[in-house]
């Protein structure tokens, strides 16, 4: 089957939409939420690409990123998804006596059929880019992305969510991740 080419253009903000494998709700710990956060921000040091909003929900993540160049945002992705990948599944291993880490990593299991190294597949391979081509497009992600929890109930204000970029524009608080603010 044939690779599609990607095109990203420079300077351009691209939305970023990746999902769980199997969809599997492995962001309802907090401790596999603060593992992706660092990941991100670690990420974002060592590359410099500039982190304009995020969310992260129960099986998915949305970011809105700008890299330069703007063909590194599939590099960027794989890194995120592998190093996150990677500690996920060692922390769900060594915790295996507890049943919700022995489940989610059953549910990561590749079947035998698959014929690759890896045991286990925390994202599924894709994501789901959109170009970002003008400030009300990017004001739109960015409240979409606020607003996802609430439109889910997993609260009532998007205050209420910590694991998004609400927080650092809204209330100034940047404990968790800082943003790059876009003029």
Known sequence: ???????????????????????????????????????????REETGFLLIGWVLMPEHFHLLIKPEPAESTTTLLQELKKRSAQQIISILSENQQHGWCRTMLAGFRLPPTVHSDPQYRVWNRRFYPYGVYSDNKRLEKLDYMHNNPVRRALVQLPEQWPWSSYRYYYLNDSSLLSMDRLV
């Open 1 to 43: 089957m044939p690779v599609s080419r990607r095109y990203f253009a420079p300077g351009q903000a691209q939305f970023i939409t990746s999902s769980v494998y199997r969809r599997r709700k492995l962001f309802d710990s907090s401790r596999l939420r603060g593992v992706f956060a660092e990941v991100l921000r670690q990420l």
